[in-house]
């Protein structure tokens, strides 16, 4: 797959050229035909022997572009997480196969705050295995000054490791976890609670997240318990620079999309 970009003076457009001959098929009627909410413009046709993809991309930078110049906060996160919803559940209004989401930082672009999608009928990809290569790009990108970003992103990853995930729980998993952090914290400002970085990992967790071999560098420095305040530090100081150092694949496993 080779991506070039086109700009004129009032339009930009991104090119996905693939080797795979051109076929027009109901996918692409259907995005030609109607205008469907978080999908890119698009249009398809022969070239050099393959096809090429042509997004309209106007006025819209990428998610790779944005995160460049700021770090990612745990509400930047949700309302990807939100948007990738929808969409996938409007395309399935419109008879259209969510794995044909380009789900990548270079691929999905911003405009307004609102997220916009390539979708490329040709695509092969699992959608549950793209989000969850998603989740790395979160985390090495978060901003380690907030926790409460750490904790999404590492309860993404590791749930996203599981089969036939269903997003949507992972979300409102996530939110019940916040709740009773905010509240334990809430607890031990009055002097009721024990709210600290040995409790941020229960055992149950750790039994089921399984870390391979490189993420013994966490536990040799301070315990398992507290792998993500040490991991952070060091990332924040730039001592360590692989996003690996705090959260790696323990995956491999067949996905099923069930967002």
């Known amino acids: 797959m080779k991506t070039t970009l086109e700009k004129e003076w009032d ?10 001959e051109f076929q027009e098929n109901y996918q692409l009627q259907m ?26 991309i106007s006025g819209m930078q990428t998610i790779n572009q944005i995160y460049e110049r700021k770090n990612i906060k745990k509400e930047d ?33 911003v405009m307004e705050e609102k997220y ?10 699992i959608l549950s295995e793209s989000f969850h290569e998603m989740t790395e790009y979160f985390v090495k990108n978060l901003d380690y000054e907030e926790t409460e ?15 036939n995930y269903n997003l949507e729980q992972i979300i409102r998993n996530y939110e019940e976890q916040e709740k009773d952090r905010m509240n334990e914290i ?3 400002k009055e002097g009721r609670g024990s709210f600290t970085e040995d409790n941020v990992f ?10 391979n071999q490189d993420i013994e560098t966490i536990r040799e420095i301070g ?12 990332i924040r100081k730039k001592r360590w620079g692989n996003w690996d150092d705090l959260i790696l694949e323990t995956d491999g496993q067949d996905q099923e999309p069930q967002l």
């Not at 339009?11 to 795979?20: A, G, K, N």
């Not at 990807?80 to 789900?103: A, E, H, R």
């Not at 916009?116 to 990809?125: A, D």
Request: proline residues 5%; charged residues 30%; hydrophobic residues 35%.
């Open 77 to 109: 996160i949700l309302k990807f997480v939100f948007s990738l919803i929808t969409v996938t559940d409007t395309l399935k209004k419109y008879l259209l196969n969510p794995d044909c989401l380009l789900v990548s930082p270079e691929y999905v672009y």
């Open 186 to 188: 809430e607890e031990l």
């Open 11 to 20: 339009r930009s457009y991104l090119h996905i050229d693939i080797e795979e």
């Open 31 to 56: 995005i030609r035909k109607n205008k469907i909410p978080g999908i890119l413009k698009m249009k398809g046709m022969e070239f050099d022997k393959g096809s090429r993809y042509t997004f309209t």
């Open 116 to 125: 916009s999608f390539c979708y490329l009928p040709v695509k092969q990809k």
């Open 149 to 163: 970003s750490i904790f999404l992103a590492y309860e993404l990853h590791k749930a996203t490791l599981q089969e």
């Open 202 to 211: 229960i055992e149950d967790e750790e039994d089921i997240y399984k870390p």
């Open 223 to 234: 315990g398992w318990k507290k792998p993500w305040r040490k991991a952070a530090d060091k």
